[in-house]
C-alpha cells in the first residue's frame, strides 16, 4: 500500500495542499473551524505523516522540537514530557527528548547535537542557575524556552521562560503548617543549587520570618551527593527525615522540595516508628498522581502543568514561525495548596 501525500489529503477534504501544509505548520488561525476540523480528519483517517526530510530541505529546519529534562526518574517530568509532546504535536511538531541530569556541559552536548540535526527550538527544565553553556548556541540563532527559570542578574542572554511561582509554592505550604501550630518545621531538599530550589527555600525562610521564627539551619537539610539527587529522591528524603526526626528537638513538620523527597520522608519517618501526620506532618510540591494513593494522601502543591506546557510550546513555536510580537520575558502562574491528611494539627506531648 502506498504512503498518503499531501495531495490525497487535499482531495479527500475538498481543499488546496496549501491549506493542509497550514494546519500542519499550525498556520491555520485563519482557517474556518470547520475546514480545519475536516482537513484534521482526512489526516487522522489517511494516517498521514509529513515528510519531514522534505519539509526540513524546504525550511532550513526539522519540525521537531527539543525537550531536555533533569530526569524522568521523577515522575513529575515523565507528566511535563507527555504534555509537551501532546502540546507540540498539536502544533505540527514532533519531541525529542533527553536526560541531562543537570550536567551543563552533556546539555551543551544534547543541544549541539539537536542543532546539527536541524532543529531550532529546545525547551530547558533544568533551572540551572548559570545559562553560559547554551549562549554561544542561542546567538547563533536557537530559541530556547525555560521551564522553572527566570532571567537571573548575571545572564548575558535573555530567553523566554515559564514556571509557577515558586517562592509562593513553599509560602502557601509553610504558612499552612504555622496555621496548624508548627513552629518547628523541617526543609528537606536535594542539593539547593537551582533557581526553583533557591526560590522555595526563600518561600520557606520568608513565611517564618512573617510568623516572627527564628530560622534554626539545623532544621534545612540538603542532600550530600555528586549531583542535584534527581535520581535519588525518595532515599535523600528518607535521609532528610532520618535527621530531622532523630535531634533532641526534631521537628513536627518537614516540608519536601517535592513530592518524591516527600514519599522519602514517609519511609524515614517510618524507619524511626513514627507515623504520618500523628507524629510528623509532611508536605511536597508538584502534586503528582501518586499523591492521591500513598498513605496517607499527601498534602502538596499543585503545579498548573497543563498551561505551563502548553504556553511554553506556543512561545516555542511561535519564536520559531517570528510570530511574536514581544522581547523574551517571564511568565508566572500561580500555584494552588492541596490539602489532604498527611498534615495535621500539633499535638504538644
Known sequence: MSKSTIADVARLAK?????????????????????????????????????????????????????????????????????????????????????????????????EELWGYGVRGIIFGSSLTQFTHLESLIKK????????????QDDKVIIDSISVDNVQATRLTTKHLLALGHHRIGFVSGPIRTVSRLDRLEGYRGSLQDANLEIDQQLVWQGETSNFGDTAAVELGRQGAHDLLSKPKPATAIIAINDMYAFGVYAGARDLGLKVPDDVSVTGVDDITLTEVVEPPLTTVQQP??????????????????????????????????VRKSTARYQKS
Do not use: W
Request: aromatic letters at 4%; glycine letters at 6%; a positive charge.
Open 15 to 111: 481543499v488546496s495542499a496549501s491549506s493542509v501544509s497550514n494546519v500542519l505548520n499550525d498556520r491555520s488561525n485563519r482557517m474556518r473551524p470547520d475546514t480545519k476540523e475536516r482537513i484534521q480528519h482526512v489526516i487522522e483517517q489517511l494516517g498521514y505523516t509529513p515528510n519531514l526530510a522534505a519539509r526540513q530541505l524546504k525550511t532550513g529546519h526539522a519540525p521537531i522540537i527539543g525537550l531536555i529534562v533533569p530526569s524522568v526518574a521523577n515522575p513529575f517530568y515523565g507528566i511535563f514530557a507527555r504534555l509537551i509532546e501532546k502540546a507540540a504535536l498539536t502544533g505540527g511538531y514532533q519531541v525529542l527528548l533527553g536526560n541531562s541530569e543537570r550536567d551543563p556541559a552533556r546539555e551543551r552536548r544534547y543541544a
Open 141 to 152: 540563532g536557537l530559541h530556547v524556552v525555560a521551564f522553572d527559570r527566570p532571567t537571573q
Open 305 to 338: 502543568l497543563r498551561d505551563i506546557t502548553r504556553l511554553a510550546v506556543e512561545r516555542l513555536i511561535n519564536r520559531l514561525h517570528d510570530t511574536c510580537s514581544h522581547p523574551p520575558g517571564h511568565q508566572t502562574l500561580p500555584p494552588k495548596l492541596i
